[in-house]
Every structure is written in structure tokens, then in C-alpha cells.
């Protein structure tokens, strides 16, 4: 069982930055393959970021978002940068084990982009 728990969500100007974070409770967090996913209103949730073998983002927040992760403090990160009005959604955090496909999930925390 793994608990994430997100944080540094926010309200931000166009052009602003956030840096999220998701701590992961429980160990082998470096078995899990770790991404960050966000719900618009009235949209399904998609993928932003994620890092196993390889790290992959969308198209729309490739060369603006970057994910990292940090073993030794079972926290992934998703700094973003030039941020932009339809940035503006819930972003959740996900850990999927890498050999037995089991997936978690964070609360989510609102990051809105708006002047």
C-alpha cells in the first residue's frame, strides 16, 4: 500500500512558476514509476509527466514542466514554469509498481493560472 500525499498547489499569474511535490508513504518507492496527471472542469484527466525507464511529457507542457524525483526523500517533484491559463486544474500524482501494475493515487491539489 502506498499513500501520496500532494502539496504546493496554488493560484498563480500567467508567466508564474510552481514547484509540486508528492511524498510517498511506505518504502520501495524506487519499484514505483511516478507521474503527475490533471482534471480540467469538464475534462478528463490526462497525463503531464511521468518517470520510470524513461521520462515523457504532454506536448503542451513539453520545454515548460520538468519532473524529477528524489529516492532517498520518496518525493517526485513537477516544477513549472511559464505557466498558462489552461494550465489551470486539479494535478494529481500517481505510483504504479513497475512489475505488478498496482496504481495509487494523491488527493490532488488545484493549481489555478489566472490574473
Known amino acids: 500500500q502506498v499513500q501520496l500525499v500532494e502539496s504546493g498547489g496554488g493560484l498563480v499569474q500567467p508567466g508564474g512558476s510552481l514547484r509540486l ?23 478528463q484527466r490526462e497525463l503531464v509527466a511521468n518517470t520510470g525507464v524513461y521520462i515523457n511529457y504532454a506536448d503542451s507542457v513539453k520545454g515548460r514542466f520538468t519532473i524529477s524525483r528524489d529516492n532517498s526523500k520518496n518525493t517526485v517533484y513537477l516544477q513549472m514554469n511559464s505557466l498558462k491559463p489552461e494550465d489551470t486544474a486539479v494535478y494529481y500524482c500517481n505510483a504504479r509498481h513497475v512489475q505488478l501494475g498496482t496504481s495509487y493515487w494523491g488527493q490532488g491539489t488545484q493549481v489555478t493560472v489566472s490574473s
Open 21 to 43: 511535490s508528492c511524498a510517498a508513504s511506505g518504502s520501495s518507492f524506487s519499484l514505483y514509476n511516478m507521474g503527475w496527471y490533471r482534471q480540467a472542469p469538464g475534462k
